[in-house]
């Protein structure tokens, strides 16, 4: 009687557990099943190599089990069953909506941890050499959270959308937390860089005068959220390792749908927009949706002659909504690849980053027989190499069209920035080769699918 008690107990604890838990987020979408794995938890990067983490269990799961033998796989029904428990124990331990309740210090984080030099520099946000490096540090890193909200503030969103202040920093710690701080690459600093360049974009005479404070709201979304829960290897990795993500999003914009869907699950589950009605709810999800996907690398051809044809007919009307967000998928694009139109300090520590994460990518590869993927293998390739490669065949057609689009000195200065960059990166390849004239021939391989989801750096 005692035991079927317990049991009793316990299932009726689960079930409440997991109504709460599905109360968060709605399951009337027809992508429930996305929302679903990615609200469930234990999905976390996990690996006998050896990175694991404690944090909640957001992160893509990668089974490195599969490339073990049938004799290391096997696990006894029971030892299954307890890891089962403590992984539910750990996901309850470290679930928001326990911690939402407890503990209220995430909404302290600007008043605890702000400094004068932050609150200075936050002065100048809009400036193309704005260090979000430093300004991470300043932060105790949280650019994003720090960034973000100050940029709400200042473009009035909080005031026009009638905001909670608390629901949006709550939103914005979970979409912060939700990056992985054991990438070198795609962190959260990253997605606090994009948005930074975004803001920047969004304050281009001729974006300006004519968006809307909606247009705002989700350029700024979407920017913070472009690259949430990236699990630090790419498309061509997850699908040859069998990930459950490339199955769910057939093979296309794999790692793009998982950050859009893992954003939509923050939205809902903080409540932010829970005052606006469903239909607009649902519109700035797809719309958010629309921007994110247009961050796909592979896709960049078609952006690009899109932008180049409007731009040859002179066609292009921002009163026309579709039109305007067809600008704010290409500013957002050029801001998720803006790094080597930063001044060279800026832009060498991004391209090490990036090269790194490349690198530790092609060691899992080497190590498990998997194939090194274009432009991971340490032995072969250089930073010099890959950078004058994806200034060349992604960034400098991108930017070369923005300017057309944009003539302002910020483009100039960008552009300014990427020629000397390219210049800089040249003069390291010819100490390095003594020839100085090899381009990377991955890039130009751009309708191939083994082309890197993220030379892109993004
Ligand atoms: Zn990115």
Redesign the pocket.
């Given at each position: 009687m005692g035991i079927a008690l317990i049991w009793c107990l316990a299932l009726i604890f689960i079930k409440w557990i997991t109504s709460k838990r599905r109360g968060a987020i709605s399951y009337d979408s027809s992508d429930q099943t996305a929302l679903y794995i990615r609200m469930l938890g234990d999905v976390r990067v996990r690996s006998r190599a050896g990175f694991e983490t404690e944090r909640r269990g957001s992160h893509p799961y990668i089974d490195f089990r599969i490339f073990h033998s049938n004799s290391e796989i096997e696990v006894s029904v029971s030892a299954r069953n307890v890891r089962r428990l403590l992984s539910f124990q750990r996901y309850l331990r470290s679930s928001r909506f326990f911690r939402g309740i407890t503990v209220p210090n995430s909404s302290n984080i600007l008043d605890d941890d702000y400094n004068g030099q932050a609150k200075c520099m936050l002065e100048k946000v809009g400036n193309w050499n704005f260090d979000i490096f430093l300004f991470d540090r300043l932060t105790n890193g949280n650019s994003l959270v720090s960034l973000t909200f100050h940029l709400f503030n200042l473009h009035g969103l909080i005031e026009h959308f009638q905001l909670d202040t608390m629901k949006l920093r709550r939103f914005l710690v979970m979409v912060q937390e939700d990056y992985h701080s054991q990438n070198p690459y795609?962190n959260a600093v990253?997605?606090a860089d994009?948005t930074q360049a975004m803001h920047c974009y969004l304050k281009e005479p001729k974006l300006s005068k004519s968006l809307t404070p909606w247009d705002v709201l989700l350029s700024l979304i979407a920017a913070a959220t472009?690259?949430l829960d990236?699990p630090g290897v790419n498309q061509p990795f997850l699908i040859k390792t069998n990930h459950y993500l490339a199955t769910l999003y057939k093979n296309t914009s794999v790692l793009e749908n998982h950050h859009w869907r893992s954003a939509v699950g923050l939205l809902r589950e903080s409540g932010l927009f829970a005052h606006m009605s469903l239909e607009n709810r649902q519109l700035m999800e797809s719309q958010i949706g629309d921007l994110i996907l247009a961050?796909d690398i592979s896709q960049q051809n078609e952006y690009l002659s899109m932008f180049r044809s409007h731009l040859d007919r002179g066609d292009l009307c921002l009163e026309n909504a579709n039109h305007r967000h067809f600008i704010l998928q290409m500013a957002l694009k050029c801001a998720?690849?803006c790094n080597p139109c930063r001044t060279w300090e800026l832009s060498k520590q991004w391209s090490e980053k990036v090269t790194e994460e490349f690198f530790h990518q092609g060691d899992i590869e080497k190590k498990y027989h998997l194939g090194v993927s274009p432009l991971c293998d340490r032995q072969t390739e250089t930073i010099a190499n890959i950078q004058i490669g994806f200034m060349t065949y992604l960034v400098e057609p991108l930017f070369g069209e923005w300017a057309r689009f944009s003539n302002t000195r910020l483009s100039q200065t960008m552009l300014g920035h990427l020629g000397l960059n390219k210049a800089s990166w040249k003069g390291v390849q010819r100490e390095q080769s003594g020839s100085g004239d090899d381009v990377d021939p991955t890039f130009e391989e751009m309708d191939s699918d083994i082309l890197p989801q993220?030379p892109?750096?993004?």
């Open positions: 795609h990253h997605a994009v472009h690259d990236h961050t998720d690849i993220e892109r750096l993004s």
